[in-house]
């Protein structure tokens, strides 16, 4: 910070992470008979991690975790495989306080903060332990109609422990330049899921067809709060909650060749994401996107010298309106990529040098997933 002499041990060192990790996954596979088999295995991980220097991004913290599942496959004679599954996990995570000396200093003579409140900024971190149970299960189905067409469908309830970011988080985030602050009581996200898939290939073509449905009664994500921060560079305070989501969309894709060295593909994926608890979008949901790319192979260069493939690549992104508070909607945007990728194998490795123009029409666009689209309004 300005006017702030530098640290008096290891002034030149920023960031050390030190991450030691062991694991083990042990598993037994049985097969009941050629067509069904079961799988059972643990799975277990301890982690110790450890930081330095002057700069602040994670504290240190301990992890362990168990988990158990058991599954079982089944192929019919009907051109249909069954699978199911379920899994128990536990997890125990503690976290270290992580007391930030040079922002307290900073804020006493910058500011007129009650001690309480400086600490409720000066302490990155705080001290936390937390333990989790939960479990998940499974169930899918593969079904080829005809050679020519296949059905698949899944099912499932699934968890997800909350990050050391999620909980502990206290601070500007560099890599994101907003202060984030994370919840010590979250818990384990937990959602109920349905998915459907349908591909179809006909002669030299595949088309497939992805939709899918997700409810949270936990969701975990962060939100631009109302609130401004006192810290530099940070604007508005981004803070770590749950809410209950219901999540739909689906994805389009399509490839095929329309001449022996000409092919086409296309892929259109949409997510909405409502938040059920306060009635808003979630922040951060990607729009409608549409990529195709036509790509050529050059039939008249010989083929012991090598492959030269052309390439066009079209990138749409419809308008994203659905926006949760203090998030900027964004327009939609059209434009495209040029690449030219020679191959070439040597010694029965394959070689490629790749060379793009990226943008070509210098379209002036905007990411609404990027790291700034949540923006502070006055």
């Avoid at 349905?194 to 997700?214: H, S, T, V």
Wanted: include cysteine; charged fraction near 20%; glycine fraction near 6%.
């Amino acid at each position: 910070y300005p006017d702030q002499q530098p640290p008096a041990n290891n002034k030149d060192l920023e960031l050390s992470f030190r991450l030691l990790t062991f694991s083990a996954s042990p598993r037994l596979l049985y097969k009941l008979t050629d067509a069904m088999q079961i799988e059972t295995g643990l799975d277990a991980q301890i982690q110790n991690h450890r930081c330095g220097g002057y700069s602040f991004l994670l504290p240190k913290y301990q992890r362990a975790l168990l988990g158990g599942y058991f599954t079982y496959s089944w192929q019919t004679r009907h051109k249909l495989k069954l699978e199911a599954g379920i899994r128990g996990d536990g997890a125990v995570m503690r976290i270290e306080e992580y007391y930030d000396p040079i922002l307290a200093q900073y804020l006493a003579h910058n500011t007129t903060l009650a001690p309480a409140q400086l600490d409720d900024y000066a302490i990155l971190s705080p001290r936390l332990t937390r333990r989790f149970i939960n479990y998940s299960w499974a169930m899918g189905a593969v079904w080829q109609l005809q050679q020519n067409h296949t059905i698949k469908l899944h099912l499932g309830r699934s968890f997800r422990l909350p990050s050391v970011h999620e909980l502990a988080a206290n601070g500007v985030h560099h890599g994101s330049f907003r202060h984030e602050r994370g919840d010590a009581v979250l818990d384990s996200e937990v959602g109920h899921q349905i998915d459907l898939e349908y591909q179809y290939n006909y002669k030299k073509w595949r088309f497939g067809f992805n939709p899918f449905a997700a409810y949270y009664s936990n969701y975990i994500y962060i939100n631009p709060s109302l609130k401004w921060s006192l810290l530099p560079d940070a604007g508005l305070i981004y803070q770590f909650e749950q809410a209950k989501v219901l999540s739909y969309g689906g994805e389009f894709e399509m490839h095929g060749h329309l001449l022996q060295s000409l092919s086409l593909s296309t892929n259109a994926s949409l997510v909405i994401l409502d938040n059920l608890t306060d009635g808003y979008p979630l922040p951060f949901a990607p729009p409608i996107s549409i990529r195709t790319v036509l790509s050529w192979t050059l039939p008249v260069f010989p083929l012991r010298y090598g492959k030269i493939t052309l390439e066009v690549e079209m990138y749409y992104t419809a308008a994203q309106n659905r926006v949760a508070r203090n998030e900027l909607t964004t327009p939609n945007s059209l434009r495209f990529d040029a690449v030219a990728i020679y191959r070439k194998n040597i010694a029965k490795t394959e070689c490629a040098l790749r060379v793009a123009c990226r943008n070509i029409s210098d379209m002036r666009y905007f990411n609404q997933i990027g790291r700034a689209s949540c923006r502070e309004r006055v």
